[in-house]
């Protein structure tokens, strides 16, 4: 029974450190499967996990916060946008410059509205998302294998986790079901053909843009009011990165996308777990091997086990009219 | 004469310094194919671009159906009727049929509706045109020729009254365009306009009632077709008399100086592209390989110009071996006096960001002639590109300009003087005159049939048939890989056409 706790509770975490990378990732998938790299998923979510913690603890409202959080991710698409559309632009070039400024100006910034190092005031209750109680939680809670299922696996988020699995179908529906997403996926492949076909190729990347930006303003706040009660300078780690490799490895669909952020997840949670407990034969491993280990297994799957990955041709290539 | 569907009046565009169309009227009548002819670079695109409002013009005026109109973008222009079948097919690759004509004209938010509704249309159009494709199918998996059937598709489905077509033949094989033109004609005869722009003068006598010419941006004439012929058009396009088949002498074959035996080579995913090819090509001849594109031509000019790994098979150059692991040297090869013009010069045979003079040596440049100790001799370089510009009429005659700038004619003639003023023994020519102009294409088949009246062994491999008609000594044709058959000179159109479409071949197997 032990084991079996054991397990509920990685799963649990699991779930928890998915949500970010979920979040990335589908993002991700918009503005890729429209033809625009972005490289500056991390800045993004960088952004509106300090827009989010600083608006909720000065407003005091977690809702304020979220909206603030987007809104900036929002403006910070935007300006991908702006580089690499209206301009454009190297894309590559224009999200590494989105993820400098992010990292520079959110410590900046941090330290001189709440002078606490870069840091954010810790959140208050209300400030934050809470967990929800699902109804009968508590009542199964002593229930053998049903219980720890229902009241922690399923149960016991806060609404952002919920909001994170539910974009998953709704994405797939807007890709392949409606009118935006067919123009999305075809201006991804082909901006000439969308061109020819009397759509502007410039409004339709921008809106796609705006999506990947709701979505990552959504990640930074979960990063900084829900995991976390507060803005931590770099608090994305390198998140943006991962939900990029994420991305090829779910090769732009997604559903696999939920899967692949999920088994990052479980590597990362598992990597938490196993940290100083002996493993069977082996023995005691040491912390730095246990945290490397989900980028060594990244770049093991990345190499070999996906098969090939092919991103939306005409990803990366501003589009210009041809002659 | 019927109503005009279209009316252009004083067109006028330019990119820059550059005047693409001045002072245009064009008229169309109702019902009608109308052919526009002239040669690249002559402002055709262009003018269509601003019909389909892809482009604006900086003058003139545009009538649809006897109305002005102002056509500012692609919409614009569906909503008159106007339908564009561009030369490279507007098409996304992985999406279904289906996909590819709704796309931009859904009819509400979400797909459903519109895809039942092209179902059905589609369904409706097969019937009424001949225009049959299998409306789930992904694009990429279909072949070129129904790929266009979707284009055209797509503009009708759009409900176009008025459909111009952008060298609809440069990708097909002859018996694709003959069913092409058929179901132009039923278009025609269901009451549709056609513009149909092509610099294949054949196309034209073929199938237009009408045909304007143009040159160096302007419209200089416009004829019925029936009263007109090939030579007048021909004329017109390049404003002198020019020669469709270049005179030559009878050929003395001597010596075999490229031998080719049992060649197999396959691509990366291990598809068979040559298979078992053997042919020889004397000194003083030209052998030309004809061909639909993709039917392992490319490879077999890579394997023997030693780029491409060959699995079996030997290629003998005067008598000596060459290496197919793919991994000869080019260099050695160019010293055994094996000189290559490939078919793809942008990508493998110019490096288009240099200068004229860098890429007239390229590949040379260890030669001692254009080296002073371990630097390079610019003076010696920019003497011999000088030379060479004057020798193959490069235009403009300026070695210090970036090889982008030239026009694709001279892009070509950088290559081909550069490998032939190296006195190979051994020419190996891929699409000698693709994207070339009609002038230019007369001056480079000459050069090359000086080059075998020198003695030289010489390898064309060409799609373009009359090419390979109006140059070769001998014809061999390639489909799937194969030699299907050797033709002298004076082989048909039909008959190499036949052989280039597998039929002959297919009739053999059975």
């Known amino acids: ?323 | 004469m019927a109503q005009a569907a279209i009316e252009l009046i004083g067109i006028n565009k330019s990119f820059g310094a550059v005047r693409a169309n001045r002072d245009i009227n064009l008229e169309v009548a109702r019902g009608t194919i109308h052919g526009i002819v002239g040669e690249n670079g002559a402002g055709k695109s262009t003018l269509m671009s601003i019909l389909y409002g892809f482009y604006q013009a900086d003058s003139g005026e545009i009538r649809v159906g006897g109305k002005p109109v102002s056509i500012n973008t692609s919409n614009d222009a569906i909503a008159l009727g106007i339908g564009m079948v561009h030369q490279h097919f507007m098409l996304v690759d992985n999406f279904t049929v289906l996909e590819n004509v709704i796309l931009g004209a859904e009819n509400d938010v979400l797909l459903k509706s519109s895809i039942a509704k092209a179902r059905s249309e589609l369904d409706r159009l097969e019937r009424e045109y001949g225009l049959e494709v299998d409306p789930d199918a992904v694009i990429e998996e279909l072949p070129v020729g129904l790929q266009q059937r979707v284009e055209i598709l797509k503009a009708l489905y759009r409900g176009a009254e008025i459909l111009i077509l952008d060298e609809p033949t440069g990708v097909l094989t002859p018996a694709e365009a003959d069913h092409l033109f058929r179901i132009l004609k039923q278009l025609k005869d269901q009451g549709k306009t056609i513009v149909l722009i092509t610099h294949k003068l054949r196309e034209i006598m073929a199938i237009t009632d009408t045909v304007s010419v143009m040159r160096q941006g302007t419209m200089v004439a416009t004829r019925v077709t029936k009263e007109t012929t090939v030579g007048e058009l021909a004329e017109l396009m390049v404003g002198r008399r020019v020669l469709l088949r270049v005179e030559k002498g009878q050929s003395e074959a001597g010596a075999v100086k490229l031998s080719v035996k049992n060649l197999t080579v396959k691509d990366s995913r291990g598809v068979t592209m040559v298979d078992n090819v053997s042919f020889d090509v004397r000194g003083g001849e030209i052998v030309g390989i004809a061909g639909v594109a993709g039917n392992g031509q490319s490879e077999l000019l890579e394997a023997i110009s030693g780029i491409r790994h060959a699995v079996s098979g030997e290629v003998m150059l005067d008598g000596k071996p060459i290496d197919l692991t793919g991994k000869a040297d080019p260099g050695e090869l160019r010293d055994r006096g094996l000189a290559h013009v490939p078919e793809d010069r942008h990508h493998v045979g110019l490096v288009l960001a240099f200068e004229e003079n860098e890429n007239s040596i390229l590949g040379y440049h260890d030669d001692e002639r254009y080296l002073k100790g371990p630097f390079l001799d610019v003076d010696a370089i920019m003497a011999d590109a000088k030379d060479k510009i004057e020798k193959y009429d490069i235009r403009p005659g300026n070695p210090r300009l970036k090889t982008a700038n030239f026009s694709g004619g001279n892009q070509q003639k950088i290559v081909l003087a550069r490998e032939m003023e190296q006195d190979p023994g051994v020419l190996i020519v891929g699409q000698p005159t693709r994207g070339v102009d009609v002038g230019a294409i007369e001056f480079i088949h000459k050069r090359l049939i000086a080059m075998r009246d020198q003695g030289k062994a010489v390898l064309v491999v060409s799609v373009e048939l009359d090419e390979i008609r109006s140059l070769s000594d001998r014809i061999l044709v390639m489909f799937a890989g194969r030699v299907v058959g050797e033709r002298g000179p004076d082989a048909t159109e039909g008959e190499l056409g036949l052989l280039m479409a597998g039929v002959e071949h297919q009739e053999a197997a059975e």
Request: aromatic share 10%.
């Open chain 1, 1 to 323: 029974m032990d084991m079996f706790n054991a397990i509920v509770q990685v799963l649990d975490s699991t779930i928890r450190l998915s949500v970010p990378l979920l979040l990335a990732c589908l993002a991700g998938l918009y503005s890729e499967r429209a033809g625009i790299f972005d490289i500056g998923l991390e800045g993004k979510m960088l952004v509106g996990a300090f827009a989010g913690a600083s608006a909720a603890a000065v407003f005091h409202s977690a809702l304020i916060g979220l909206g603030t959080a987007v809104l900036i991710s929002v403006a910070f698409a935007l300006v991908h946008g702006f580089a690499s559309i209206t301009h454009r632009g190297n894309q590559i070039v224009s999200g590494v410059a989105i993820n400098f400024i992010a990292a520079g100006s959110t410590i900046i910034l941090g330290q001189a509205w709440f002078q606490q190092g870069g840091r954010t005031p810790a959140l208050q209750p209300g400030e934050r998302f809470e967990a929800i109680t699902w109804p009968g939680a508590d009542a199964v809670k002593d229930v053998p294998v049903i219980g720890p299922i229902y009241g922690e696996l399923i149960s016991g988020h806060s609404i952002l986790v919920y909001f994170a699995f539910a974009m998953v179908p709704f994405t797939w529906w807007v890709l392949f079901r409606t009118r935006f997403g067919l123009r999305m996926r075809a201006v991804g492949e082909n901006p000439a053909a969308v061109d020819t076909a009397g759509i502007s190729v410039a409004w339709l990347r921008y809106r796609a843009l705006i999506c990947t930006g709701i979505l990552t303003g959504v990640a930074g706040a979960y990063l900084s009011m829900v995991q976390n009660g507060g803005f931590v300078k770099d608090m994305t780690a390198g998140k943006g990165y991962i939900a990029l490799a994420a991305l090829i490895f779910a090769k732009w669909k997604p559903v696999n996308a939920m899967f692949a952020c999920l088994l990052f997840g479980f590597l990362d949670a598992a990597a938490i777990r196993l940290q100083g407990s002996p493993l069977p034969i082996i023995g005691k491993v040491p912390v730095q091997f246990m945290q490397a280990l989900p980028y060594v297994l990244t770049v093991v799957l990345l190499a070999g086990f996906i098969g090939k990955a092919i991103p939306p041709r005409a990803g990366g290539v501003p589009y210009v009219k041809e002659r």
